[in-house]
C-alpha cells in the first residue's frame, strides 16, 4: 500500500511570491494534517481537514491556507512568502480515531530566497 | 494545554550501549502516545506508539511504556547500533486534536 505522497520534494522561491504544496495520502485515509518544521520551532501544527473541511487549525498566520478535495487529496498554500517560511513541510494522514496513527510522508522542503 | 518534554540531546553513546531517552507529557484526559523517528533528509516515521495507561508499544529494539503515575513515556533500547543514529520525537495526541510533539532528541552512534 502506497504510503503518503508530497509534490514537489525541494523548491526555492523568492519573497513575496506564493506556493502551493500537494498531498496524497494513505488510500482510505480521510484525515490529512499539514506541519512545520524548522529547527528554531521545532514540529508545529499547521491545520487539519477531514472530509474536505478543516477541523483544527494551528497558529499561523492567514497567509497559510489549506484545502482538501473528494478524494481526501490535499493542498497547502503559503502566499506573499517570507524568509522565515523555509522549512520542511510535512503532510500526515490517517484513519479517524484517537488511537490511529497517524503516518507522515517525506516533505517538501521550502526554501525561500 | 498539552506539551510535551523530552530530554535534550545530543545523545552520543557507543554501539551496543543502552539507550534511554526521557520524556513527560502534560495532558488532560488520557492521550495517546507515540515515538517517531526522522532520519537524515527524510520524514517521519512512527516508531511505536501506546493508547491507555500500562500499554508497552515495542519495535525494531526500541520499547516504551505509558505511565499515567508518572506522565512520561520514555523510550529504550538495550543495544543501540549505528542505523540507530536520528531524531527522536516523542508526541501525544487527543481525541480531535492534532500531535503535539517534544522538541526531539538527536542520537549519534558510533562504531
Known amino acids: 500500500k502506497a504510503g503518503v505522497t508530497q509534490t514537489p520534494r525541494y523548491l526555492i522561491k523568492t519573497r513575496g511570491q506564493q506556493v502551493t504544496l500537494s498531498c496524497s495520502p494513505i488510500?482510505?485515509?480521510?484525515?490529512v494534517s499539514w506541519y512545520q518544521q524548522t529547527p528554531g520551532q521545532g514540529l508545529q501544527f499547521l491545520f487539519e481537514y477531514f472530509s474536505e473541511t478543516q477541523r483544527n487549525k494551528g497558529n499561523f498566520p492567514g497567509r497559510f491556507s489549506g484545502r482538501q478535495f473528494s478524494n481526501s487529496r490535499s493542498e497547502m498554500n503559503v502566499s506573499t512568502l517570507e524568509l522565515g517560511d523555509s522549512a520542511l513541510y510535512l503532510c500526515?494522514?490517517?484513519?479517524?480515531?484517537?488511537?490511529?496513527?497517524?503516518?507522515f510522508g517525506e516533505g517538501s522542503w521550502l526554501t525561500v530566497v | 494545554g498539552n506539551s510535551v518534554t523530552q530530554m535534550e540531546g545530543p545523545v552520543t553513546l557507543s554501539e551496543e550501549a543502552f539507550l534511554t531517552i526521557n520524556c513527560t507529557y502534560t495532558a488532560t484526559g488520557y492521550p495517546s502516545l507515540f515515538w517517531y523517528v526522522q532520519y537524515p533528509g527524510e520524514g517521519l516515521q512512527l516508531l511505536l506508539k501506546a493508547t491507555k495507561a500500562d500499554d508497552k508499544g515495542s519495535n525494531k529494539g526500541f520499547e516504551a511504556t505509558y505511565r499515567k503515575e508518572t506522565t512520561s513515556f520514555h523510550l529504550e533500547k538495550g543495544s543501540v547500533q549505528v542505523s540507530d543514529s536520528a531524531v527522536y520525537f516523542c508526541?501525544?495526541?487527543?481525541?480531535?486534536?492534532?500531535?503535539?510533539f517534544g522538541k526531539g532528541t538527536t542520537l549519534s552512534v558510533s562504531s
Open positions: 508526541a501525544l495526541r487527543q481525541a480531535g486534536t492534532a500531535l503535539i
Open positions: 488510500s482510505g485515509h480521510r484525515s
Open positions: 500526515a494522514s490517517s484513519l479517524e480515531g484517537l488511537g490511529n496513527t497517524i503516518y
